[in-house]
């Protein structure tokens, strides 16, 4: 009978272990600290292969259970913060605006004349070349118009030629005693009239560039009040033959002491002063200027110079001689004062060159605030919760699920708004390259586009209303490739920019700026999500 009771007990002893070890389970999970939540769902088989196999309806259980508990991690952590700071900025002026305080300094050289002739055929009057030294201020109260005083010293050279045959009736011969007619043939006569100028020129001026170019035209018409500080004539070459015609006798004598050739360039009368009136001079200048500097243009062109009334205030005389001693010149002050000289109006044609100096105000300094972004490590030590879900079936099977806390996402809102602080980029005319302040705001923005990747932007040019549409197009798409480009050099990822040029369609709402300043502009913006849907 015992041997029985062991053979029973060989048999059955797997289950009781089993049971034992199942009764030991939930009593540790019922002990352990961690908090445990068990579902059980049942589920009746009655359509499956093991239920049509079984006289009685199979269920199977399953049981979900949920194990909450606790880790530490120990982990460096790198952040970024930033500091609000501030430095000093050098604004440049604007070149470009052409109002404003002028300076003008001028060389030249043109032929010029005393701009008189002679009522005979056989006298004429040459020019000569002339210099001229101008210097004047000019204001222009608008880019293409201005007005200007200043002063210039000029020289008019001329070149009296004489010639004819003068003859004076009924003279007496105090020797012979005799009435005889005197005759005077000019073999060569030259002589040179000299007058120095100093004028104050008043002028309205006339100035013209299109935008974006280095040349441009210039322009000044006006008058000016002269006033001859020295003035002179001097004969260089003078020949007359001396004869007379006695009638009594039917003779004529020559050739001799008193009727012969004589040189008169040794006489005193042979050089003297002018007599010179003031003068009211209109003149125009036309030329070319040319950008050397921001603040320096060259200007190349010609002018023209004439005077307005008659220069000559010389009492008028006839070529004459003396009587006692047959002398030539009798009260002579010049052919420029011969009765048979025309009026005077000096004038001048040439060409000068000179520089206008642009008075630009001094780059302004101005205090930035900016924000200097740095990387620290800290050693953070985190409490993780996780949670473990073990689904199970009574039937052999064991489904387990592991879920982690999704990751909160970044703020795009938050990107746009340090994005703004620095987001208008601005630039110089005619100009897409970018300044040093310009450099400064966009290494701020790619400190706050580094802590987003996922964020993008969108880079708008803009331009000023000045030029052609076209052209400012053209430029306000280079304006912006300019900016994604250098963001793309710092490591901003160049899929996560999109570029547009707006020309000059759509002005700055920024009134700190002038009206064409604030418009040349870039602006930086970050792409919401609502932009993407």
């Not at 608008?142 to 002063?151: D, E, Q, T």
């Not at 002018?303 to 220069?311: E, H, I, S």
């Not at 000096?346 to 001094?362: D, Q, R």
Request: with cysteine; aromatic share 12%.
């Amino acid at each position: 009978m015992k041997n029985y009771w062991f053979l029973i007990l060989f048999v059955f002893s797997p289950y009781a272990m089993r049971a034992q070890s199942d009764t030991t389970r939930i009593l540790h999970e019922a002990t352990s600290p961690e908090r445990t939540s068990v579902t059980e769902r049942s589920v009746e088989l009655q359509d499956t292969p093991e239920a049509q196999d079984s006289q009685d309806s199979l269920t199977r259980v399953e049981v979900t259970t949920i194990h909450y508990f606790t880790d530490t991690l120990t982990r460096i952590v790198s952040t970024r913060d930033s500091i609000a700071q501030q430095r000093e900025e050098v604004i440049p002026t604007d070149s470009t605006e052409r109002r404003g305080h002028y300076i003008e300094a001028y060389i030249g050289a043109s032929y010029g004349s005393l701009g008189y002739g002679f009522t005979d055929d056989n006298s004429r009057v040459n020019g000569f070349i002339s210099p001229l030294l101008q210097l004047q201020y000019a204001y222009f109260f608008h880019p293409n118009v201005g007005v200007g005083i200043g002063a210039w010293f000029t020289t008019n050279t001329s070149y009296a030629h004489l010639g004819g045959t003068y003859t004076w009736e009924d003279k007496v011969d105090t020797d012979l005693e005799q009435h005889y007619t005197h005759t005077s043939e000019i073999v060569t006569w030259k002589e040179r009239q000299t007058i120095h100028n100093i004028a104050i020129p008043i002028s309205l001026q006339f100035q013209y560039r299109k935008e974006g170019k280095k040349a441009g035209l210039f322009g000044a018409v006006g008058v000016a009040p002269s006033f001859a500080v020295m003035n002179s004539y001097r004969v260089t070459e003078g020949q007359v033959t001396h004869s007379g015609y006695y009638p009594a006798w039917n003779l004529t004598l020559e050739n001799m002491h008193e009727f012969g050739t004589k040189d008169y360039t040794q006489e005193e009368s042979a050089k003297g002063k002018l007599a010179v009136n003031p003068q009211a001079i209109v003149f125009a200048d036309l030329g070319a200027m040319i950008a050397l500097t921001r603040q320096i243009d060259l200007y190349i062109g010609g002018y023209f110079q004439c005077g307005a009334n008659d220069a000559n205030k010389s009492e008028k005389h006839d070529l004459g001689w003396k009587d006692d001693d047959f002398s030539f010149m009798e009260d002579y002050t010049g052919s420029y004062a011969l009765n048979s000289t025309k009026s005077s109006h000096p004038y001048e044609v040439g060409l000068k060159v000179g520089i206008h100096w642009h008075h630009i105000k001094p780059d302004k300094h101005e205090t930035v605030d900016y924000f200097d972004y740095f990387t620290r490590q800290d050693t953070l030590v985190d409490l993780l919760s996780r949670q473990d879900t073990v689904i199970s079936e009574r039937i052999d099977t064991v489904l387990r699920a592991h879920t982690n806390k999704p990751i909160a996402p970044t703020s795009i809102r938050k990107v746009a708004e340090e994005v703004e602080k620095f987001n208008k980029i601005y630039f110089a005319f005619d100009s897409y390259v970018l300044t040093n302040k310009a450099k400064a705001y966009l290494n701020s923005i790619v400190e706050a586009l580094n802590g987003t990747p996922e964020a993008k932007i969108r880079i708008e040019g803009h331009a000023s209303s000045e030029g052609q549409s076209e052209y400012n197009d053209i430029l306000s798409a280079n304006r912006a490739k300019a900016v994604a480009n250098y963001l793309v050099r710092c490591g901003v990822d160049k899929d996560r920019i999109v570029t547009e040029g707006y020309g000059s369609r759509v002005p700055n709402e920024d009134t700190e700026r002038e009206a064409m300043n604030r418009d040349r502009r870039v602006e930086v913006k970050v792409i919401q999500e609502n932009e993407n849907q």
